[in-house]
């Protein structure tokens, strides 16, 4: 089946980075585009981008852009978030999807 599992979440300081991976099987991973979303509780989950097939192309959520990087490695069946200049409004669950299968979510804690 297919499995999603995120890694790279923790705790940082405003203004610094963290680089969050997913590392993805039981699919053509290749075949796929990828997106990541993030959730804070009580309100809903908040699409943050998404890479295509290729990787040669990405679209981000205005609340990111400029600070997100998202890229792939299909030979790794991986993809990563690049998160600069991170600020406490960052501060949720992040999640990667593709097609209907999500995975289980990594905490990301920003300090002021």
């Known amino acids: 089946q297919v499995q999603l599992v995120e890694s790279g979440g923790g705790l940082v300081q405003a203004g610094g980075s963290l680089r969050l991976s997913c590392a993805a099987s039981g699919l053509t991973f290749s075949s796929y585009a990828m997106g990541w979303f993030r959730q804070v509780p009580g309100k809903e989950r908040e699409f943050l981008g998404a890479?295509?097939?290729?990787?040669?192309?990405?679209l981000y959520a205005d609340s990111v852009k400029g600070r997100f990087t998202i890229s792939r490695d299909n030979a790794k069946n991986t993809v990563h978030l690049q998160m600069n200049s991170l600020k406490p409004e960052d501060t949720a669950v992040y999640y990667c999807?593709?097609?209907?299968?999500w995975g289980q979510g990594t905490q990301v804690t920003v300090s002021s």
């Open positions: 890479i295509i097939r290729s990787g040669s192309s990405t």
């Open positions: 999807k593709v097609h209907i299968y």
